[in-house]
């Protein structure tokens, strides 16, 4: 039987069922190939489902046919928009049209005091309130943002499509979780019928919004940090369960910080930017490019520990810190004008500091899994220390680390790193890992005070392995 096209038989010894992947891939371009938004939201459990089917079977060695197959269905205008189906993007263009529609406002009172504003909509704003989005492909430059590096190119339209309450919430975590797979982050929107300037009194067609500031509102926004997220990027229920909302929003502030870094300082080493450059590249699993390793935790015991680890864990792993000045993050979260319960704070434009940090680890232990965490694969246990790369001396920077790997109940891998002070714990981060087992793409998550402080601080923080010897100090690639 001749397999789909999109399908890598080398990539997993894992025996597949010929007849029901194909019905699955055929049925994944048949909703893909849809003229019907509302379908492609409706079977995004599938659509999801698939995505994550290919790249657990796809190869690792940089040609996959799986990764190109599915790359090239997302990535045609009529696809792209499931990517920003979350509730970020959303919020990201209500909030523009609300702006803009009292600019518009004000601007019609100032130039024509003798004609009455309209309080009804026309059929463009009615367009524009079911969320028009043109969103970034990998292309060709855009000249509307300067603040974007050039190769996050072609705008696309894509349409966000109203669903029902009650499935609002699967549809805006699906739609994250896929937009973190496909991996490059889409740092502007385009929403139409709306002024790219309100200094401008042309309010059409387009207005190009950054979707950086809401990001950053959400994830520093401590209000999500609380014993119910175990202060990490969890649903706020205690279950564990990842919310890719949050790793989504931290994906997107990280990689423009990085991008605003490494431009400022004309930075090009290629140990500094995270693997984030080309759609569901790294995503997969053992896509660090190592054999995947068989053992268990029932070896013999005078096997080397590192070879009874499943996750990859000793090596040299590069880290990203962001963070905003304390009195700013008091400030946006502390300030008389709070929100009411459910809304977000207020988008901000505030510029982050930023720490690059070399981390060597070692495994220390191994051990069976607790009944609260995933059953597949051991905990493991692990220690290290951590230096400033850049800025070159930053005390905070440089310490011993802890930490352990483990399985989430749902099957996501799951870090928790402690940095250690003179013997004492000071700093916690709690990052899953995008892709699964040793998948290169990395870790993305929150860091915060080990004490649980609800009054911060805390930021995003994300991590990557570029070399499997814990002695690894070529200075020369990291700028």
Same mark, same amino acid.
């Given at each position: 039987?001749?397999?789909?096209?999109?399908?890598?038989?080398?990539?997993?010894?894992?025996?597949?069922?010929?007849?029901?992947?194909?019905?699955?891939?055929?049925?994944?371009?048949?909703?893909?190939?849809?003229?019907?938004?509302?379908?492609?939201?409706?079977?995004?459990?599938?659509?999801?489902?698939?995505?994550?089917?290919?790249?657990?079977?796809?190869?690792?060695?940089?040609?996959?046919?799986?990764?190109?197959?599915?790359?090239?269905?997302?990535?045609?205008?009529?696809?792209?928009?499931?990517?920003?189906?979350?509730?970020?993007?959303?919020?990201?263009?209500?909030?523009?049209?609300?702006?803009?529609?009292?600019?518009?406002?004000?601007?019609?009172?100032?130039?024509?005091?003798?004609?009455?504003?309209?309080?009804?909509?026309?059929?463009?704003?009615?367009?524009?309130?079911?969320?028009?989005?043109?969103?970034?492909?990998?292309?060709?430059?855009?000249?509307?943002?300067?603040?974007?590096?050039?190769?996050?190119?072609?705008?696309?339209?894509?349409?966000?499509?109203?669903?029902?309450?009650?499935?609002?919430?699967?549809?805006?975590?699906?739609?994250?979780?896929?937009?973190?797979?496909?991996?490059? #982050?889409?740092?502007?929107? @385009? =929403?139409?019928? +709306?002024?790219?300037? $309100?200094?401008?009194?042309?309010? !059409? *067609?387009?207005?190009?919004?950054?979707?950086? #500031?809401?990001?950053?509102? @959400? =994830?520093?926004? +401590?209000?999500?940090? $609380?014993?119910?997220?175990?202060? !990490? *990027?969890?649903?706020?229920?205690?279950?564990?369960?990842?919310?890719?909302?949050?790793?989504?929003?931290?994906?997107?502030?990280?990689?423009?910080?990085?991008?605003?870094?490494?431009?400022?300082?004309?930075?090009?080493?290629?140990?500094?930017?995270?693997?984030?450059?080309?759609?569901?590249?790294?995503?997969?699993?053992?896509?660090?490019?190592?054999?995947?390793?068989?053992?268990?935790?029932?070896?013999?015991?005078?096997?080397?520990?590192?070879?009874?680890?499943?996750?990859?864990?000793?090596?040299?792993?590069?880290?990203?810190?962001?963070?905003?000045?304390?009195?700013?993050?008091?400030?946006?979260?502390?300030?008389?004008?709070?929100?009411?319960?459910?809304?977000?704070?207020?988008?901000?434009?505030?510029?982050?500091?930023?720490?690059?940090?070399?981390?060597?680890?070692?495994?220390?232990?191994?051990?069976?899994?607790?009944?609260?965490?995933?059953?597949?694969?051991?905990?493991?246990?692990?220690?290290?220390?951590?230096?400033?790369?850049?800025?070159?001396?930053?005390?905070?920077?440089?310490?011993?680390?802890?930490?352990?790997?483990?399985?989430?109940?749902?099957?996501?891998?799951?870090?928790?790193?402690?940095?250690?002070?003179?013997?004492?714990?000071?700093?916690?981060?709690?990052?899953?890992?995008?892709?699964?087992?040793?998948?290169?793409?990395?870790?993305?998550?929150?860091?915060?005070?080990?004490?649980?402080?609800?009054?911060?601080?805390?930021?995003?923080?994300?991590?990557?392995?570029?070399?499997?010897?814990?002695?690894?100090?070529?200075?020369?690639?990291?700028?």
């Amino acid at each position: 039987m001749n397999h789909e096209p999109g399908q890598d038989v080398s990539a997993s010894t894992t025996v597949l069922n010929w007849k029901d992947e194909l019905q699955q891939i055929v049925r994944f371009q048949m909703t893909l190939s849809s003229g019907s938004y509302e379908l492609k939201l409706e079977d995004l459990i599938r659509v999801v489902d698939c995505v994550q089917r290919l790249l657990r079977t796809a190869s690792v060695d940089g040609c996959s046919s799986n990764i190109a197959f599915l790359e090239s269905l997302i990535q045609e205008q009529k696809n792209i928009g499931i990517l920003c189906n979350s509730s970020l993007f959303e919020w990201t263009a209500e909030a523009t049209q609300i702006s803009s529609h009292s600019s518009r406002s004000r601007l019609q009172q100032k130039s024509n005091v003798d004609q009455p504003v309209s309080n009804t909509s026309s059929d463009d704003d009615s367009d524009a309130a079911v969320g028009s989005y043109q969103t970034l492909c990998k292309d060709e430059a855009i000249r509307e943002d300067e603040d974007v590096e050039r190769g996050y190119g072609v705008l696309r339209t894509a349409i966000c499509v109203p669903h029902a309450t009650r499935r609002q919430d699967q549809v805006h975590l699906l739609s994250a979780k896929l937009h973190c797979l496909w991996g490059v #982050p889409i740092q502007l929107l @385009r =929403v139409p019928g +709306l002024c790219s300037s $309100s200094r401008d009194h042309d309010f !059409g *067609p387009d207005a190009v919004v950054k979707v950086h #500031p809401f990001a950053r509102s @959400r =994830v520093y926004d +401590l209000r999500q940090h $609380s014993e119910g997220t175990l202060w !990490g *990027p969890f649903v706020d229920d205690g279950s564990g369960r990842v919310d890719w909302e949050k790793i989504e929003a931290i994906m997107i502030i990280l990689q423009y910080n990085v991008q605003m870094f490494t431009k400022k300082y004309v930075i090009h080493g290629s140990n500094l930017t995270p693997p984030w450059d080309r759609p569901f590249v790294g995503a997969t699993p053992y896509s660090l490019n190592l054999p995947p390793l068989k053992s268990s935790i029932e070896r013999a015991p005078s096997l080397p520990v590192d070879l009874q680890d499943p996750y990859n864990v000793s090596g040299t792993w590069m880290r990203v810190v962001c963070f905003l000045d304390y009195r700013e993050l008091f400030s946006f979260n502390f300030s008389e004008e709070q929100p009411l319960p459910g809304q977000p704070r207020p988008p901000i434009d505030t510029e982050e500091a930023i720490r690059f940090i070399v981390v060597r680890l070692q495994v220390t232990k191994i051990e069976k899994p607790g009944e609260e965490d995933g059953q597949g694969l051991p905990v493991v246990h692990f220690k290290g220390c951590s230096n400033s790369a850049l800025p070159p001396v930053d005390s905070n920077a440089n310490s011993r680390i802890r930490g352990t790997v483990r399985l989430t109940p749902e099957g996501e891998v799951r870090w928790t790193t402690f940095s250690v002070f003179h013997g004492e714990e000071r700093w916690r981060s709690e990052g899953i890992q995008i892709g699964g087992v040793q998948a290169a793409r990395g870790i993305l998550g929150y860091w915060f005070d080990k004490d649980f402080d609800e009054y911060g601080p805390a930021g995003p923080t994300c991590f990557w392995k570029i070399s499997s010897d814990p002695e690894y100090d070529n200075t020369n690639e990291l700028y």
